[in-house]
């Protein structure tokens, strides 16, 4: 059974995000898109993102672009949003706003995007990607065109550096959230596991503040790997009767940095996808609870792939078993949390 929303609170911005009215008075205005931009110490990624976003074919009198500031202890960001206004949004300053955020992590973060946001639409860029010029107005196109599509999602373009490294073996490309959406037009996610990944993530704004915004119970949170809260949300929304679409032609580069590219990234990306899929279904989120049994099951199926007599490739093999280790460190948790308070 699924969890009803709770009102969540946002402590950046002062505000309880189930408010259905939060900040509506003076918001009439032409602004129909609001660019969000979450970021945590990363000045040498923070204007590249601003440059894409003001390079937008979207009009600029319809959109504003926040970068929400998760360090604001930190003057890196208020120096180059500041030199963003004087550089790319020189025509009309004001479209560029600095809002801090001194609770940390990712979702606190971007419910302080989202109460702060005027757009009718609220569109989350990660600080380390780039937009293609036209994301925005294909984002914009998708919502116009399907009344009841809740949430959008689109394209993820890996761009690793050059020479390509050594740990970005072939079909690990998603450890880095590369996500090609195959067809040429928008479609429905059939279920959690094709929902759209938080670098290219958009929402109406009214019904995500409806649904709770983003938990705070879920999300990164300074270098962990957890996440999830995008995933919870698209859930929340589907369960209240709106569509989660993917839109192939809304496309953003994501542009790691190099010393990311590392085999504890691999292994961290696979265990903590493991443990937030065990936390949401536990939480009624995703379906049915994990069950030992269930669990078992899964690590024997990755190790017989990492056993097999013909694996597609070494790393495969240490892929699959890095899985099996991923699975079996569930069980403790399942132990625990069976235990009667």
Not at 39 to 53: A, H, I, K, N, Q
Not at 81 to 110: I, K, M, N, Q
Not at 253 to 258: C, E, G, K, L, Y
Request: proline letters at 9%; a positive charge.
């Amino acid at each position: 059974m699924g969890v009803k929303p709770e009102p969540l609170s946002c402590r950046a911005a002062g505000v309880r995000l189930a408010s259905p009215r939060v900040t509506e008075a003076g918001r009439a205005s032409a602004i129909a898109v609001t660019a969000v931009v979450c970021t945590y110490r990363r000045r040498e990624c923070l204007d590249r993102v601003l440059g894409s976003l003001a390079a937008q074919t979207l009009s600029p009198e319809h959109c504003e672009v926040l970068v929400v500031d998760n360090a604001p202890d930190d003057p890196e960001a208020e120096t180059v949003v500041a030199s963003a206004r004087a550089e790319h949004f020189a025509a009309d300053p004001s479209r560029l706003r600095l809002v801090p955020c001194p609770a940390p992590g990712l979702s606190h973060a971007r419910n302080t995007g989202l109460a702060a946001a005027r757009g009718e639409l609220v569109c989350f860029l990660d600080d380390d990607a780039v937009a293609s010029p036209t994301w925005l107005e294909a984002v914009e196109r998708t919502f116009a065109a399907h009344p009841r599509a809740g949430v959008v999602g689109g394209t993820i373009r890996l761009e690793p550096p050059a020479p390509r490294p050594r740990w970005l073996r072939p079909g690990w490309e998603h450890y880095w959230s590369h996500l090609i959406i195959p067809g040429n037009g928008p479609r429905p996610a059939r279920d959690w596991t094709e929902y759209p990944w938080g670098a290219n993530w958009s929402a109406r704004r009214q019904p995500l503040l409806d649904a709770g915004g983003f938990s705070p119970d879920y999300g990164r949170t300074g270098d962990d790997f957890a996440g999830g809260e995008e995933i919870v949300a698209a859930a929340v929304l589907q369960r209240l009767g709106w569509e989660i679409l993917l839109v192939p032609d809304a496309v953003v580069v994501h542009r790691p940095p190099a010393d990311r590219y590392t085999l504890r990234h691999v292994w961290e990306r696979i265990r903590s996808a493991r443990r937030e899929e065990y936390r949401q279904r536990r939480d009624g989120h995703l379906g049915a609870a994990m069950r030992p049994g269930d669990v078992l099951m899964d690590a024997l199926r990755a190790g017989a792939a990492a056993v097999r007599p013909r694996p597609p490739g070494w790393h495969r093999r240490l892929e699959a078993l890095m899985r099996a280790a991923a699975t079996l460190a569930l069980l403790p948790r399942l132990a625990r949390d069976g235990r009667p308070s």
